[in-house]
């Protein structure tokens, strides 16, 4: 049991520092990742507990509105989460790279869990502005581009074409969302109260 728990931590910050390798565009990267039938486990384990992470946090800080949006935000997970592997399975099917897959799976599931502890770390601290939001978008494309360029070892075209479809499954994903969890303006108003509630001064 301590060996796999070594493993487990070990997989952990491996996969920290190819993220960070990620941000700083690193040929290197690559080598930081468990592309493996184990990895790509760990993985999805990753981006489970950022799912739930996500969902928790506002219920422990007794966010207004959020108790009833729970198995929305667990679906919406799912939905998005169902499209953008479908839609990179697609086209990289398509661009004859269907070796690339798990690797894509694998290296987007950690940058997502790391993403999404440090933004949740720095709203908990106060410092959700809207700076901080285009940071990290900034940081999110630079991620997304690098993931093709230095992961999946894609042609500057074919990045494009992969960056393109993956732009189109999170639209799709947003209207399947809308279509199927419609919001009602008192919903939509308490979950703004909320979030305000929970904004620093």
Do not use: C, H
């Not at 960070?20 to 790509?40: K, P, T, W």
């Not at 949006?69 to 004859?96: D, E, S, Y």
């Not at 694998?106 to 106060?126: Q, S």
């Amino acid at each position: 049991m301590p060996e796999r728990s070594n493993e487990i931590w070990n997989e952990v910050a491996s996969a920290a520092r190819g993220v960070v390798a990620l941000i700083i565009g690193d040929r290197r990267a690559n080598g930081y990742f468990d592309f493996s039938d184990r990895g790509l486990v760990g993985s999805f384990i990753a981006f489970l507990v950022v799912a739930m992470l996500n969902t928790a946090v506002p219920l422990l800080l007794g966010v207004p509105g959020v108790s009833g949006t729970v198995f929305r935000a667990t679906a919406t997970v799912l939905i998005v989460l169902a499209l953008q592997i479908g839609a990179a399975a697609l086209v990289l099917r398509q661009l004859k790279r269907p070796d690339a897959l798990v690797p894509y799976i694998v290296v987007d599931n950690w940058a997502t869990f790391y993403l999404t502890i440090a933004t949740t770390l720095l709203g908990l601290v106060g410092m959700g502005s809207e700076l901080v939001f285009i940071a990290t978008g900034i940081v999110i494309i630079i991620i997304m581009v690098n993931i093709a360029r230095l992961i999946l070892t894609l042609t500057p075209w074919q990045i494009a074409s992969f960056l393109v479809v993956q732009l189109i499954s999170g639209v799709i994903a947003l209207f399947v969302i809308s279509a199927v969890f419609p919001l009602s303006p008192e919903q939509l108003a308490e979950l703004t109260t909320g979030a305000g509630a929970t904004r620093a001064p």
